[in-house]
């Protein structure tokens, strides 16, 4: 069975320090990954995606997240957080099932940024 | 290039009363999917439409419907709503790729 697990509901870092939002996911085929970030009273923004090509995804904001298929892991860092950081993230898979694609979401870790 | 839009974005219903929610996905995009995201209950996907057909569908009673306009535009409408009902509704829209969704910034629905 496919899933996603993020390993932390709740993160809190301060200011200027690394950030690191940990995905495990578990999946029979090559699967899609995504991290997703959602600010209070917003959607979902797209941080960045893993589709089969560098292991080492760069995003916006600063976000990077690393393919690591012998960990089946898709963490999410960044060197240094900032107080707009603060959210919502959702480690999210996609798999290709029946003709469509098929979303899995992590149940989100929620990023606290101290001054 | 526009995202996705949701229109409304606040709206507040009475027990019993139905609601529609609208969706605009991205220019080009042709398939939209629509989630229910609640404190509880995380995100829950409700069903999804390509080319005004359904092709996916969640496990969600039949009070949740929706449809989809040759325009790609979609709606989304709940029936006879329950206290419960109350969330943010998501509307998404796939990429061209096939793979990558996108999300409108959400329909805040209150059921009181």
């Known amino acids: 069975a496919q899933s996603v697990t993020q390993l932390d509901s709740h993160v809190s870092v301060s200011e200027g320090t690394p950030v690191l939002l940990r995905c495990n996911y578990s999946?029979?085929?090559?699967?899609?990954l995504f991290w997703y970030v959602q600010h209070p009273n917003k959607g979902l923004q797209l941080l960045l995606k893993y589709t089969s090509a560098a292991t080492l995804v760069k995003g916006i904001n600063g976000f990077e997240a690393e393919f690591k298929k012998s960990e089946t892991s898709f963490h999410l860092t960044k060197p240094s957080a900032h107080m707009s950081d603060a959210a919502e993230y959702f480690c999210v898979v996609s798999l290709f099932s029946g003709g469509y694609n098929k979303l899995i979401f992590g149940a989100g870790t929620r990023l606290a940024v101290h001054p | 290039k526009a995202g996705v839009t949701q229109t409304p974005r606040y709206l507040i219903k009475t027990r019993g009363q139905q609601v529609t929610l609208s969706c605009s996905p991205i220019s080009g995009h042709r398939s939209v999917s629509w989630y229910q995201q609640t404190p509880g209950q995380g995100l829950q996907f409700l069903f999804e439409y390509f080319s005004e057909t359904q092709r996916n569908k969640g496990n969600f009673p039949g009070r949740f419907s929706g449809r989809q306009f040759s325009n790609s535009r979609s709606e989304m409408n709940v029936s006879t709503l329950e206290l419960g009902d109350s969330a943010l509704y998501l509307c998404?829209?796939?990429?061209?790729?096939?793979?990558?969704?996108?999300f409108g910034e959400g329909s805040w629905l209150t059921v009181v």
């Open positions: 998404a829209s796939t990429g061209t790729d096939g793979n990558t969704i996108y």
């Open positions: 999946s029979s085929y090559s699967p899609s």
